[in-house]
């Protein structure tokens, strides 16, 4: 049925707000306060709608228990002395009948003179119309907060997107498939959580506020500490502090926050994001592979239910372990023809161009191999693929294959065409490490890149005190929560995406 908002139909939305803030006006004066003080005992109206089972044919209108449910009016249908009306909480939704009959004259009245969008205390005893549907029979209702401005009728239709993203509170007004979305977000990260610390591992915090922005290869937000008359970056990655705790002595230690990158936007990729990065004390690449793949298998099917995530036009993401296991020498291979690594430099410049990847004589052979694996290869590892023993150059902080120097022993988990979780057997030969770091400090130097900071001497010398041999990962719980829900945009999955300014 169509919504009547007992509100005259108006082209500008201003004129019903200021219609609405005449009726303010006009409860103050009745002595009725518009935006009331605490409604107790409330019931959630999923758990209302559990209370009473359908009455059999001989009595279809049998009365039920009394229930007492706020939330917002969505719906209201008048017939003459009766009203038809619909609440809705973050649980769903529920049926209102108000009769003149059972409120009396004043407060029917008063049920008749709320609108659409009006925050609502509803007192009555449940009951199925003859149509079969679960009712409220309305005994007493007060308004806890009055909406001043119009609700959207079909908000997925507005011609501006980004407002979806910009007023979320309205997204999820009109939109219950969005609250149910985040819903399940919680509840996946909760699944982590309760997944970790059964393996034994320890939360803990890290600063997000660094003097030095270090543990990934990303440009940093920076700002000033006026108390200690220093420049300060939020944290690319907590990396760097939760091996110190390996080095004092936790062995399974996990982190669960955020990370900051000034580094654009994208429909994959949030300026401010959540990371999980966790280390394992003993244990390597490997055991980090056992772990993330039983972990979103165990969380898929406590959450959604399901291995087999549909994302629309059919591709559907199968999590079904084992999950594929390749080197990243023979992804290139596939792709870029087995003789790439044998051929010149001005070779694999011109076979790379012949592919249309933006390559040149002036970059190096691993800048266009790697060219190639991030335009060409890793958008396609639509199925959950381990792509293991990446070039050294890639990957300072992991330790070497003992069989090949050249190589680092990682994997990188691509699912949907991104990168979810890179994984380390972790580096802890501090002399090695420190090596790493400066050449790549003087690299960023000579490539003058200004925001290169200096190398975390405090970080070489825990490693000099003994880091045990560990596993170590970073999981983006944005992007598993994308693969998890089906969604194929960041913004979709997290509250209140950064958006550029309106002017």
């Known amino acids: 049925m169509a919504e009547n908002t007992n509100t005259p139909a108006v082209e ?28 107790p005992d409330v019931q959630m109206i999923g758990d209302v709608r559990e209370l009473f089972a359908k009455p059999g044919e001989d009595d279809p209108e049998a009365a039920g228990p009394e229930v007492n449910v706020a939330g917002r009016l969505v719906a209201k249908r008048g017939m003459g002395k009766s009203i038809f009306a619909d609440v809705r909480d973050s649980s769903g939704r529920i049926q209102l009948f108000a009769g003149k009959s059972d409120l009396g004259e004043e407060s029917f009245a008063f049920f008749k003179k709320l609108d659409i969008g009006d925050i609502i205390g509803i007192k009555g005893r449940l009951f199925y119309t003859k149509m079969g549907e679960l009712t409220i029979r309305v005994s007493g209702v007060t308004l806890l907060s009055k909406s001043l401005r119009p609700l959207p009728e079909k908000f997925h239709g507005l011609t501006d997107v980004e407002q979806r993203y910009r007023q979320r509170y309205l997204d999820m007004i009109a939109n219950p498939e969005v609250m149910k979305t985040f819903k399940l977000r919680s509840k996946i990260i909760s699944e982590i959580r309760k997944f970790l610390e059964g393996r034994g591992f320890m939360e803990v915090e890290t600063p997000m506020l660094q003097n030095l922005a270090g543990g990934a290869s990303a440009n940093p937000f ?9 420049t300060m970056y939020m944290r690319i990655a907590p990396e760097l502090y939760l091996k110190r705790l390996l080095v004092g002595g936790f062995e399974r230690v996990f982190e669960l926050n955020r990370n900051f990158r000034n580094e654009g936007m994208s429909r994959r990729h949030n300026p401010e994001f959540t990371m999980l990065e966790l280390y394992q004390a003993y244990g390597d690449c490997r055991s980090m592979m056992e772990l993330i793949e039983s972990m979103i298998t165990t969380v898929a099917m406590n959450t959604v239910g399901t291995l087999k995530i549909d994302h629309g036009n059919g591709k559907i993401i199968d999590l079904t372990p084992p999950w594929r296991r390749v080197t990243y020498h023979d992804l290139i291979k596939e792709k870029g023809g087995d003789d790439w690594f044998d051929i010149t430099h001005e070779e694999r410049v011109a076979r790379g161009q012949s592919m249309k990847l933006d390559v040149n004589d002036k970059m190096s052979d691993l800048e266009i191999t790697n060219e190639l694996y991030e335009k060409l290869i890793e958008p396609n590892n639509i199925q959950p693929t381990f792509v293991m023993r990446l070039p050294v150059e890639l990957l ?16 990188e988990l691509g699912i949907n065409g991104v990168e979810v979780a890179p994984a380390y057997s972790e580096l802890n030969d501090p002399l090695i490490q420190r090596k790493r770091l400066m050449d790549q400090f003087e690299q960023n130097k000579e490539e003058g890149d200004e925001l290169a900071n200096k190398v975390d001497e405090d970080f070489l010398t825990a490693l000099e005190y003994g880091m045990p041999p ?17 969604a194929e945009a960041i913004r979709d999955v997290i509250l209140f995406p950064q958006m550029r300014l309106q002017k």
Not at 22 to 36: D, F, H, M, S, T
Not at 470 to 486: K, P, Q, S
């Open 470 to 486: 560990a596993g170590g990962m970073g999981v983006g719980i944005d992007r598993l929560i994308m693969i998890l829900t089906g």
């Open 222 to 230: 920076k700002t000033f500490f006026e108390a200690l008359n220093s």
């Open 12 to 39: 500008n939305p201003g004129d019903i707000f200021n219609q609405r803030v005449a009726k303010v006006r006009e409860l103050e004066a009745a002595g009725i306060a518009p935006y009331g003080q605490a409604y």
């Open 396 to 411: 300072p902080l992991a330790k070497g294959c003992p069989d090949d120097p050249s190589l680092v022993d990682v994997f």
